[in-house]
């Protein structure tokens, strides 16, 4: 798979960001980054929060430091179990060394999460500078409070392969390296009916313009895209953009349309941003 973050990071503020932009990913399982701080000379290790409230660890070792045996000295033994993953590529080495720890982010395991992962790759929001899989990874956090399903989930990873027209006849030629799965491409097709069916520079009368369809898997990957956009929104482009008022007003909408109310979308707000100090 595509890494789209720095792997060979050899300062901390690089190493710094890498962790950042894992607790991104590591949202959806539930674990938050608590603190992250400098192991000497090098590395950066961060601590984590899991839902039941036990602490693990992730070492990040700098590239200039690399095969010096610093994860293993630092974990024998081990404070806490190390959290990983797939893409860390650590899972190997942790059983050969005999080392604890936990995987998340098993999502991206997944064909349709490596299939984005791919399409976006390095890419970033023009205004904002922002990785565009970070939409992916926050909007999977929002499918989990839910109690979406996986399919929800996996067709949620793929809609922005299908969402715009050139998109949809680029991916329409690969179908089998993006999706195997008949019923998650039936919830991308189908969030893509409706999600174009009210954009932005659409006006409305009333909240029951805004067709839902008759699949609940749908409305909750509307609920997530949605509720991300809008957060975004709000930090990046509010009174700023050209359009701030509009769009305003258009998430708006789709927050009432889809029965969010002000109290919950501040509370998933909340639980979006990534926060961490310098010492554990």
């Not at 604890?100 to 490596?114: D, L, S, T």
């Not at 109690?147 to 949809?168: I, M, R, T, V």
Request: glycine share 4%; net charge negative.
């Amino acid at each position: 798979m595509l890494d789209r973050f720095p792997l060979n990071a050899d300062t901390y503020s690089e190493a710094h960001q890498y962790l950042i932009n894992r607790a991104i990913q590591l949202l959806a399982d539930g674990y938050k980054l608590t603190a992250i701080s400098p192991q000497d000379d090098w590395g950066v290790k961060a601590l984590w929060r899991d839902q039941q409230g036990q602490t693990l660890q992730s070492i990040y070792v700098l590239a200039s430091y690399r095969n010096r045996g610093h994860i293993t000295r630092h974990s024998q033994p081990a404070e806490f179990d190390f959290l990983t993953t797939p893409d860390c590529n650590l899972e190997t080495y942790f059983l050969m060394h005999k080392i604890p720890y936990r995987v998340g982010a098993e999502i991206q395991r997944h064909q349709e999460y490596q299939a984005i992962a791919k399409f976006y790759g390095y890419q970033r929001a023009k205004r904002s500078q922002v990785p565009l899989m970070n939409h992916i990874d926050e909007g999977l956090a929002v499918l989990n409070w839910i109690g979406a399903s996986e399919n929800a989930k996996l067709a949620y990873c793929l809609h922005p392969l299908f969402q715009e027209d050139d998109c949809l006849a680029a991916s329409f030629k690969r179908l089998s390296e993006i999706t195997t799965k008949p019923e998650v491409l039936a919830l991308a097709m189908e969030y893509r009916n409706i999600a174009n069916g009210y954009l932005s520079a659409r006006s409305i009368a009333s909240m029951e313009e805004i067709h839902l369809g008759p699949l609940s898997e749908v409305r909750e990957m509307l609920i997530a895209d949605k509720v991300q956009n809008y957060k975004d929104f709000l930090q990046y482009h509010h009174g700023t953009h050209s359009r701030s008022q509009e769009l305003d007003a258009y998430f708006q909408d789709w927050l009432a349309r889809l029965e969010i109310s002000q109290e919950t979308f501040q509370e998933w707000r909340r639980s979006l941003a990534i926060h961490s100090s310098q010492t554990p």
